[in-house]
């Protein structure tokens, strides 16, 4: 996991410590029809499929998938067709891992 610089940690310690375990605070907004997720520390990552997306989102806890869940979108049902990307504020650290960070 990158580590949050200080700054980041200081402005949304209330939103730390609330945090639950192995999430870090993100946004995500839908970018045509993409999802663009950015992490508190600047990083950066584009999900341009809706199977990047639907994991992402069930990684994040945004949507519930059945035990045997296949990976499909559509088999998460009505709730991955109403889901609002902006609405996830938490996503898991291990997705830092492949995000872009911000260049100065």
Same mark, same amino acid.
């Given at each position: 996991?990158?580590?949050?610089?200080?700054?980041?940690?200081?402005?949304?310690?209330?939103? #730390?410590?609330?945090?639950?375990?192995?999430?870090?605070?993100? @946004?995500? *907004?839908?970018?045509? =029809?993409?999802? #663009?997720? @950015?992490?508190?520390?600047?990083? @950066?990552? #584009? #999900?341009? =499929?809706?199977?990047?997306?639907?994991?992402?989102?069930?990684?994040?806890?945004?949507?519930?998938?059945?035990?045997?869940?296949?990976?499909?979108? =559509?088999?998460?049902?009505?709730?991955? !067709?109403?889901?609002?990307?902006?609405?996830? *504020?938490?996503?898991?650290?291990?997705?830092?891992?492949? !995000?872009? *960070? *911000?260049?100065?």
């Amino acid at each position: 996991m990158k580590p949050i610089p200080i700054r980041t940690w200081q402005a949304n310690r209330f939103r #730390l410590d609330l945090c639950p375990l192995g999430m870090v605070p993100c @946004t995500v *907004e839908g970018h045509y =029809s993409a999802w #663009l997720v @950015t992490f508190d520390n600047g990083a @950066t990552l #584009l #999900l341009q =499929s809706d199977y990047d997306q639907a994991a992402f989102a069930v990684a994040c806890g945004a949507v519930s998938a059945p035990a045997d869940w296949d990976g499909t979108p =559509s088999a998460l049902g009505p709730a991955w !067709a109403a889901l609002e990307p902006s609405a996830i *504020e938490w996503c898991p650290d291990d997705y830092l891992d492949v !995000a872009t *960070e *911000e260049t100065p």
